[in-house]
């Protein structure tokens, strides 16, 4: 059973960074595709970026530039580098396997950026 917690959120001005970071309790080796979601008030859990085993990622056409997700299977941790921080990405964020798995679900990080 793989337990994961998120951290590095906080409150940021617009233009700013954060690094979140989810640390795996077990293996994440074995999951081939790592993922960051976020979830806003009053909408839907959106998959912002995922990452393959091998280091393919891929990211949602809104933070495409400014985001970079990253991944240390020896560490067992997921990382999301977030520049260029805009209000509309305050949000709840949370780390996952893509798909993802409902056990997996943690607490999740809170970042709010200010205009």
């Known amino acids: 059973q793989v337990r994961l917690v998120e951290s590095g959120g906080g409150l940021v001005q617009a233009g700013g960074s954060l690094r979140l970071s989810c640390a795996a309790s077990?293996?994440?080796?074995?999951?081939?595709?790592m993922g960051w979601y976020r979830q806003a008030p009053g909408k839907q859990r959106e998959l912002v970026a995922g990452?393959?085993?091998?280091?393919?990622?891929n990211y949602r056409d809104s933070v495409e530039g400014r985001f970079t997700i990253s991944r240390d299977n020896a560490k067992n941790t997921v990382y999301l580098q977030m520049n260029s921080l805009k209000p509309e990405d305050t949000a709840v964020y949370y780390c996952?396997?893509?798909?993802?798995?409902?056990?997996?679900w943690g607490q999740g990080t809170q970042v709010t950026v200010s205009s």
């Open positions: 996952n396997a893509a798909p993802w798995i409902a056990d997996y």
């Open positions: 077990g293996s994440i080796f074995s999951i081939n595709t």
């Open positions: 990452i393959t085993s091998r280091g393919r990622t």
